[in-house]
């Protein structure tokens, strides 16, 4: 097998970008939005733990359960935080041995598991909320005027959209 040099491993990725984006139509936009999100989830996530402890993963799990009422379904949640079944079990698993969260069968299925929040998991929630909050609006939503934030919402809410129901 044949190793391309620089230029020509360089030049072979712009023929095919090329080829599926004429133009280079939207490359920009997209490269954007994935430097923009790896470069504020890492922010959120050090700043979250260095003032509170709890990993930007953990609290998003708190806060999915408690958006949903204060519990879900395992399969639910997985799917609301991102997070693949077997990861969530195991971040599941360490929440249970802190006291955040409980886990419970499903009382119509056997085999379902439900997660709900603890009054632990309640109040670590409350005292890490505010740090994110506070957080997501300097890092993110005080860059920008209402017009960029409804237009960035609309656009990534259509593509969301598209994805989901093809």
């Known amino acids: 097998m044949q190793v ?3 230029p ?11 080829e599926e984006l004429p133009g280079r139509r939207g490359l920009g ?12 989830m890492r922010q959120l996530e050090t ?12 609290f998003d ?3 999915q359960l408690a958006v949903a009422g204060g519990e879900l379904r395992m399969t639910e949640l997985a799917a609301r935080a991102l997070i693949s079944r077997s990861g969530m079990t195991r971040r599941v698993g360490r929440l249970v041995a802190e006291g955040l ?6 009382d119509a299925d056997a085999r379902g ?19 994110h909050a506070r957080e997501v609006f300097d890092l993110f939503v005080a860059r920008l005027d209402d017009q960029e934030l409804a237009v960035l919402e609309s656009a990534l809410d259509k593509v969301t959209l598209d ?4």
Request: net charge negative.
């Open 61 to 63: 799990v708190l806060a």
């Open 113 to 131: 598991v439900v997660v709900a929040l603890t009054d632990a998991g309640v109040a670590r929630l409350a005292e890490t909320a505010p740090v």
């Open 4 to 6: 391309l040099s620089e």
């Open 29 to 40: 936009a997209w490269t954007s939005l994935l430097r923009a999100h790896a470069t504020l």
């Open 8 to 18: 020509d491993v360089a030049g072979l990725l712009d023929r095919l970008v090329a």
């Open 163 to 166: 994805c989901t129901f093809g």
């Open 47 to 58: 700043d979250l733990e260095r003032e509170t402890g709890l990993a930007l993963a953990d």
């Open 101 to 106: 969260v409980r886990r419970a069968n499903a």
